[in-house]
Nanobody
Framework: QVQLQESGPGLVKPSQILALTCTVS??????????WNWIRQPPGKGLEWMGY???????DYSPNLKSRTSISRDTSKNQFILQLSSVTPEDIAVYYC????????????WGQGTQVTVSA
């Protein structure tokens, strides 16, 4: 059974870097044709895709966040990591990691989500 679990600080100060880790169990993040995503949901708003790192290690980011976003991975720990710089209160959201299957063309596994607040 594949499971994703987000971890990281729930509170970040403005202008700092938010760093979240998604730990994957039950599958390898190098398994062919899977893409490992970060998606967030601000309060009262819809889901916003932030970016992914592929099974090959390639990355792609939302144009709206590209200048502030970096996604990396640690294959030895089977983790992928989100870094979002220069955070503001507009970055307050529940952050999810999710697996996208290239074979079925959908997000088939989600983490439970982690709340992030930006405040001094």
């Amino acid at each position: 059974q594949v499971q994703l679990q987000e971890s990281g600080p729930g509170l970040v100060k403005p202008s700092q870097i938010l760093a979240l880790t998604c730990t994957v169990s039950g599958d390898s993040i190098t398994t062919n044709d899977y893409y490992w995503n970060w998606i967030r949901q601000p309060p009262g708003k819809g889901l916003e895709w932030m970016g992914y790192i592929s099974y090959k290690g390639n990355t792609d980011y939302s144009p709206n966040l590209k200048s502030r976003t970096s996604i990396s991975r640690d294959t030895s720990k089977n983790q992928f990591i989100l870094q979002l710089s220069s955070v503001t209160p507009e970055d307050i959201a529940v952050y999810y990691c999710a697996r996208f299957s290239g074979a079925t063309n959908d997000y088939d596994i989600w983490g439970q989500g982690t709340q992030v607040t930006v405040s001094a």
